[in-house]
């Protein structure tokens, strides 16, 4: 059985009239007929008749609403788009009467195109797309731009880029309807020598000397085929189509597509990039003052304590309140197994009595501190103004040495008088003046309310240090501590440390009932204020990316409308559909890629200055980085998948036909 390159068997196609489904236009009508490779045929007739129908058939680009039609045996109605796209990609070379060239395309970029879609590496093909223009006669042309070139030149790239996927079959619609006769006659030189060289031209015209240089001549009216003057073999070769890989066009080509856009259409590019960038800048700006809020809560937290747990426990034993045993040796057990737990502080505190010669005050705070250095109840360091600290040479050999909070030197020993090395009495045990603390360091912050004694001394710096164990063992003849203060590492999980240290005191200690005091239900109010803070912010930064990806897909939707007619050349040369959407979210996701770049570098530069312009706490982290690219990237792809899709699903020969 020979099988005919082409068999149209009873091929109809109807088109709906638009107003009413009822009456459809019959634009072909039961057609049969077959065409060989080598065939050099004319397809003529009124306008109207069909032939650019036919046409479409022919190449893949319209299907059948009924009959059937074989590609080198292939029955190719019954495929989809994609598959259409690979018959149009392996068989088909197409020219039109006005060359649907890419006018910012160089010609040998122009003829290079459809072998983009099949997986062609990029320097092969634009060698062979060199080769195939020296041999139309183009050589001198390679690298001009289709405005460059006269209508002749333009058509014979138009046939060279039909060329370059092989192209048994080359169709033509009018091809040289727009060219002189001169002109003409090399065009319809170059489509005999490719028909003796096997390729099936198929050639649509109402001019009759091209019609006279065809081999065959189908005469349609009405849709039917009413003349057919019989086969125009001019050789029995035959030539192979280029058979690509199914891959098809890489990422990296996309991407190179995407800066050639951005670089023949500068204006849309930076519109793009702008409004990307200005998004992403304030996504950093608005990052960083969320990343600031935050900080400074928690900053606020540290200064309030709230990082502090108070480790302690009273009974109700025999008429009185007792207090439940706590001792050093808890203070170690804690601070060695429980996790979270940045430091712990044994607290041994009396209330005492100070005298030195005749001078005396009767309430102040005696800390017995196993410290070697000063820190005030929320531990933080407390510079002494004179003199020394305790050591732990001093808590071994139980020496009686004190460090005394301003007020107490200034009511017993005198403003000006050298403090150190006189004794001082606690409860009447003989101390010596070591040394002497500065200013409480919550005076020059917030966050420390001052408040006075009963006999108006500042009462936070009326207070006696002195070692851990001459406390316990001189002065109190007990080592039961007041309470263990716990410092948590991480605040946000202060619940869960207190629960871990008070089920390790009720273990060691065999009772239920350690209480611990924390701040958590402030800490808990500052955190949704910082939490609430950071949403505010996020849906701020949220709008104006939305803004930025609205901007991008206006720019993008248009582009899709004005190039509407270049998607038909490429579905024609073979584009899949999702070529065309690569090609679209390349073309947006290059830009809004920049300019994510962009914005993130003008955040990172500017967002500092927020601090001096809105007086707001700003801190900028390094994983604002990534965060602000992937904004940008995910705002080309979002925004850009719409319009990419729109492209890929338009009808090719509808997207051809516009102007
Ligand atoms: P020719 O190329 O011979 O001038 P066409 O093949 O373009 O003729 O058109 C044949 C008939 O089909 C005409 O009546 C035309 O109006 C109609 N037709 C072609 N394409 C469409 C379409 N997409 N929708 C409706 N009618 C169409
Ligand atoms: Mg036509």
Not at 133 to 158: K, M, N, Y
Not at 484 to 491: K, L, P
Request: include cysteine; hydrophobic fraction near 45%.
């Amino acid at each position: 059985m020979s099988t005919a390159l082409l068999q149209l068997e009873g091929v109809s196609r109807a088109f709906d009239d638009g107003d009413d489904g009822e009456a459809a236009i019959e634009a072909l009508a039961d057609v049969t007929l077959e065409v060989d490779a080598g065939e050099f045929v004319c397809v003529i007739g009124p306008s109207g008749s069909g032939k650019s129908t036919l046409l479409h058939i022919l190449g893949c680009l319209d299907q059948p609403t009924s009959g059937a039609y074989r590609v080198a045996g292939e029955d190719v109605t019954a495929l989809g788009a994609d598959d259409l796209a690979r018959r149009r990609r392996e068989t088909f070379g197409f020219v039109f009467q006005n060359y649907n060239l890419l006018e910012s395309a160089t010609a040998r970029d122009n003829v290079e195109m459809p072998a983009t879609y099949t997986g062609e590496p990029r320097r092969q093909r634009r060698r062979r797309a060199a080769e195939i223009l020296r041999a139309i006669g183009l050589g001198d042309r390679v690298d001009h731009r289709p405005a460059e070139l006269s209508g002749g030149e333009q058509q014979r790239v138009t046939i060279g880029r039909a060329l370059m996927n092989g192209a048994q079959v080359i169709l033509a619609d009018e091809p040289t309807g727009a060219v002189d006769t001169a002109q003409r006659d090399k065009i319809l030189g170059l489509l005999e020598r490719l028909a003796d060289r096997g390729h099936a031209i198929i050639v649509v015209s109402h001019d009759a000397a091209v019609a006279a240089r065809a081999r065959r001549r189908i005469e349609l009216a009405d849709g039917r085929v009413v003349s057919d003057d019989g086969t125009g073999k001019a050789s029995e070769g035959s030539v192979a189509g280029r058979v690509g890989q199914p891959g098809a066009m890489p990422w990296l080509a996309a991407v190179r597509g995407g800066w050639t856009w951005m670089r023949s259409h500068r204006l849309a590019a930076a519109l793009t990039v702008a409004s990307v960038a200005v998004g992403v800048w304030s996504v950093v700006a608005l990052l960083g003052l969320a990343e600031g809020a935050h900080r400074d809560a928690a900053g606020i937290l540290e200064r309030m304590g709230a990082n502090r747990l108070n480790v302690g426990g009273y009974e109700f034993s025999g008429q009185r309140f007792v207090l439940f045993p706590q001792t050093l040796a808890d203070a170690h057990a804690i601070a060695e197994q429980v996790a979270n737990v940045q430091s712990v502080v044994p607290v041994l505190n009396r209330r005492s009595a100070v005298n030195a010669g005749s001078q005396g005050i009767d309430d102040v705070m005696v800390r017995a501190v196993i410290h070697t250095e000063p820190r005030t109840t929320d531990n933080v360091l407390w510079p002494l103004e004179q003199g020394t600290f305790p050591t732990e040479g001093d808590n071994d050999s139980l020496a009686q040495v004190a460090v005394i909070g301003r007020p107490i030197r200034d009511r017993l020993i005198g403003t000006d008088a050298n403090a150190l090395g006189t004794t001082i009495f606690l409860d009447g045990t003989p101390f010596e003046v070591k040394g002497v603390l500065g200013p409480h360091p919550g005076r020059e912050g917030e966050g420390v309310a001052f408040a006075t004694t009963e006999s108006g001394l500042v009462w936070q710096e009326t207070v006696v240090f002195i070692p851990f164990r001459t406390g316990a063992e001189v002065l109190y003849g007990t080592d039961q501590l007041n309470f263990i203060q716990v410092f948590v590492d991480d605040v946000s999980r202060i619940d869960e440390t207190a629960a871990d240290v008070r089920d390790l005191m009720n273990r060691r200690h065999d009772r239920e009932g350690y209480t611990l005091t924390n701040r958590a239900e402030q800490l808990a109010a500052h955190m949704e204020l910082s939490n609430l803070h950071a949403t505010i912010l996020g849906a701020l930064a949220g709008v104006s990316l939305l803004a930025g990806g609205l901007a991008v897909m206006g720019v993008t939707l248009a582009a899709v409308s004005q190039r509407t007619r270049e998607i038909g050349i490429r579905m024609a040369v073979g584009a899949r559909r999702r070529d065309i959407t690569l090609q679209f979210l390349a073309e947006t996701a290059v830009p809004t890629t920049l300019g994510g770049g962009a914005g993130t570098l003008l955040g990172l530069a500017t967002t500092p200055f927020l601090v001096w312009l809105a007086d707001a706490p700003v801190a900028l982290a390094p994983w604002f980085v990534p965060v602000a690219l992937a904004c940008g990237i995910a705002t080309g792809l979002v925004f850009g998948i719409v319009p990419a899709r729109r492209a890929s699903r338009l009808d090719p020969v509808a997207a051809l036909a516009t102007t």
